[in-house]
Nanobody, 126 residues
Framework: QVHLVESGGALVHPGGSLKLSCEASGFTSGDYIVGWFRQAPGKEREGVSCIASQDGAVYYADAVLGRFTLSRDGRRNTVYLQLTSLKPEDTAVYYC???????????????????WGQGTQVTVSS
């Protein structure tokens, strides 16, 4: 059974940094790849940064390009999202999701995923 568990969310000041983790279990990296999404209050869920292919290429939304970095540790089956230069508009619940590699894209996060984590809250406020 596939499980995705996010952690690392917190309350931070504008300009601050956080590192989110998504620990995956129940599948191998050959079956699924992982991306990060977020949902702000009153808004639809949006893709933030997603692995685009099995070779490790990563897509970033324009709103986070240059500030967020996705990385992964295959030994720990964990995918990270480093958030820097945080802004109040980054406040949201951040989710990781797993999807088959053929849904990956260099141009967006997938519109359909197979598994979601429970989410972790990031609040950026002074």
């Amino acid at each position: 059974q596939v499980h995705l568990v996010e952690s690392g969310g917190a309350l931070v000041h504008p300009g601050g940094s956080l590192k989110l983790s998504c620990e995956a279990s129940g599948f191998t990296s050959g079956d699924y790849i992982v991306g990060w999404f977020r949902q702000a209050p009153g808004k639809e869920r949006e893709g933030v940064s997603c692995i685009a292919s099995q070779d490790g290429a990563v897509y970033y939304a324009d709103a986070v390009l240059g500030r967020f970095t996705l990385s992964r540790d295959g030994r720990r089956n964990t995918v990270y999202l480093q958030l820097t230069s945080l802004k109040p508009e980054d406040t949201a619940v951040y989710y990781c999701a797993a999807y088959p590699h053929w849904r990956g894209s260099y141009y967006s996060c997938p519109h359909e995923v197979d598994y979601w984590g429970q989410g972790t809250q990031v609040t950026v406020s002074s």
